[in-house]
């Protein structure tokens, strides 16, 4: 196995949220063994405690990773979301810091999409009030308010990875598919794009949210846009739970404006399984509440701790950066005759050309040499034939050049 200047077994993997333990063992087959595992989220007191000791963290949706919290992560080298947001990291202090954050952007995919299908059947046919009618004794044989999806208009706010599965799935079982997206996508099946949001609000009979958490996209559906919905309506919310106006959506349900909901993500989420959750929908019977599962199936989880442990280990192993979501992608061959060397800088003039003096001044041949840059970072990786000592020599005197953010003998 190739040597690491940085021995792996002294190379510490934070592990939080209860990730797959896929994600363990994809660590175990690749060396490494200082793997420190917890099942929930950690307070913030003791997340900045573990973190400024971790050089690879593993984390959900619940934990966040603020500038302040990142400032703690002296030894970290990189993030890895296992889950498709990123949201609850601040992705530019990462950067700053020359830390990649990646992410598993199809893993839980279908596993959303299988949920909302279900959920707007189960809704439209008013399974939940059924449901909790007869837990109370009750019995209500009735097809009132009861429909087939069949021949419904579904509207997907959000025609991305889930948004587009949701839509083809939907169209299999008759539904009359529209969408709103900020971008032009293409549409799959008979799916049609709507002039606007407000235009598939008032055209749908159930409304589907699949958009990421942005500046733009809090609150985004609030009072206004639920009362432009069609009377008798139903909303589904499994993306992010500052998207809705949870209170406004409550007033509506209460007013049977909106005939139903299944809201999988909440404003505020527990922070673990013991922690007790409240919020205003608690307690309707026309409302399919979930505690944020929407990617969580075994199928997901497992593929999940799988691809992004294994890119965790490939940017620690070989410095490929391929898929990180706030940093230059670089996809790096092996190289088993040369030392590597990586350097992290802010991408303003003249770095590169620095870096090559050096080598030029040092006498220095380059075996390889690859630069990748995004609008604030520059990442520079070089192959070169030498002794370790040499090599660190070198490092040092990289990370003296004015711009950089971090210098690392890889091997
Ligand atoms: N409930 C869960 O467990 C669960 C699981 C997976 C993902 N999610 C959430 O679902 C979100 C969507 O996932 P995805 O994989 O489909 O993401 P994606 O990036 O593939 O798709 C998001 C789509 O939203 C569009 N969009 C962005 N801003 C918009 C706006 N203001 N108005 C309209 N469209 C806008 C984008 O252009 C894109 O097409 C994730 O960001 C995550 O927050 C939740
Ligand atoms: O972003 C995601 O993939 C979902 O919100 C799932 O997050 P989780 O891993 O915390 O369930």
């Known amino acids: 196995m190739k040597r690491t200047s940085f021995p792996k077994q002294d190379i510490r993997v934070l592990l939080l949220e209860g990730v797959s333990r896929s994600a363990v063992e994809t660590f175990q087959n690749a060396g490494y063994s200082q793997i420190e595992f917890h099942e929930k989220s950690l307070p913030e007191d003791e997340l900045k405690r573990r973190i400024a000791e971790a050089h690879l963290i593993g984390i959900r949706s619940r934990t966040q990773l603020t500038a302040d919290v990142l400032e703690q992560a002296k030894r970290l080298i990189a993030i890895g979301c296992f889950c498709i947001g990123t949201n609850q990291v601040d992705l530019a202090s990462a950067a700053g810091h020359g830390i990649p954050v990646f992410n598993a ?9 299988e949920l909302v299908i279900a959920e707007a059947i189960l809704l439209m046919r008013r399974i939940p009030e059924k449901n909790a009618q007869c837990h109370r004794g009750g019995w209500s044989k009735s097809a009132l308010g009861s429909y087939e999806v069949r021949d419904k208009v579904l ?11 949701v839509g083809l799935l939907a169209e299999a079982l008759g539904m009359r598919v529209i969408y709103h997206d900020v971008e032009t996508k293409l549409a799959l099946g008979n799916a049609r794009p709507s002039a606007s949001l407000n235009e598939l609000l008032e055209r749908a009979d159930i409304v589907t949210l699949h958009v990421p958490e942005t500046t733009q996209t809090k609150w985004m559906i609030g009072a206004e846009q639920i009362a432009r919905m069609r009377a008798g309506s139903i909303l589904i919310n499994a993306s992010r739970g500052t998207v809705v106006d949870i209170d406004a959506l409550a007033a509506a349900l209460r007013s049977g404006h909106i005939a139903g ?29 979930t505690p944020h599962v929407g990617g969580s199936t075994l199928e997901a989880q497992d593929n999940i701790g799988i691809e992004v442990a294994s890119k965790l280990v490939r940017y620690s192993d070989n410095g490929s950066t391929l898929s990180a979501v706030n940093f230059p992608e670089a996809s790096l061959p092996e190289h088993s005759q040369s030392r590597r060397l990586l350097h992290i800088h802010r991408n303003v003039p003249g770095v590169l050309s620095r870096i090559n003096d050096l080598f030029s001044r040092e006498n220095v041949n ?34 003296t050049i004015p711009g950089t953010l971090r210098a690392r003998v890889l091997y």
């Open 105 to 113: 952007p199809y893993s839980n995919t279908r596993s959303v999409a």
């Open 155 to 165: 509207g997907i706010v959000g025609y991305g990875h889930i948004g587009t599965q």
């Open 261 to 289: 909901a299944a809201v999988d993500v909440f404003p505020v989420e527990p922070k673990g399984n013991d922690d007790a959750f409240t919020s205003p929908l608690v307690g309707m019977d026309n409302v399919i509440l």
């Open 366 to 399: 380059i075996d390889g040499q690859y630069l990748q840059t995004n609008p604030t970072i520059g990442y520079v990786v070089i192959d070169v034939s030498m002794p370790e000592e040499r090599a660190a020599e070198l490092k040092d005197a990289l990370a």
